[in-house]
């Protein structure tokens, strides 16, 4: 891994696991823009996807073809169940809406810490500060979750990425350019020195 980068992250991978409802759209959108802009960066990170309730199916076709206007191959995708394992094996969780969160330390409790929002960790990361020189992921994450409660999860309807599923194409769209932004910014501030290699 380039960058950002301790001794324990060398033989370590940093794990992000996107999660939405049905794993067929923003949480698998998420993921690869992630990916792009972690590739971009030179980075190395496991980035994956997963659903609270997913029937194993593939994307609509006209999703997998909207997304490829972004630069986002959904072709080859099928929707996976989100498993216990995959949480305990997780550097962090993102989810797209704060319910999501309480579902999945529903499903497992010892994920709590490291279970967001995308939007929430993006904001607190800012009242935090991102990732110190030489700081390992785990540390910065539980930096970031200190001082949080479930408490704080009672209608934070603003942390939440919207489901275009079933909606106009505009709504595919505001998903789309908000999950670009949101990503970026989680780069911006888990892999800092990534970012700024990035826009030279």
Known sequence: MSGLTSEREQTTSVRVLL???????????AARMLEQRLAEGGATAVVDSAGLDV??????????????????????????????DDLRSASIVLAMEHHQVNDVIALDAGAWPKTFTLKEVV??????????EKEHFDEWVARVHRGRTPLGLVGAWHDDV???????????????????????????????????????
């Open 123 to 132: 904001r607190r990361a800012q009242d935090v500060g991102p990732r110190r």
């Open 162 to 200: 919207s489901d275009p599923a079933g909606r106009p194409s505009s709504e595919l769209e505001r998903t789309l350019a908000e999950l670009d932004v949101l990503t970026s910014r989680f780069v911006d501030v888990a892999w800092p020195r990534v970012r700024k290699r990035w826009r030279r």
């Open 19 to 29: 999660v939405c409802r049905a794993n067929l759209c923003r949480s698998p959108i």
């Open 55 to 84: 029937a194993d199916t593939e994307a609509e076709t006209g999703l997998v073809e909207n997304t490829r206007e972004w630069g986002i191959d959904l072709s080859s995708h099928r929707s996976r169940q989100l498993r216990a």
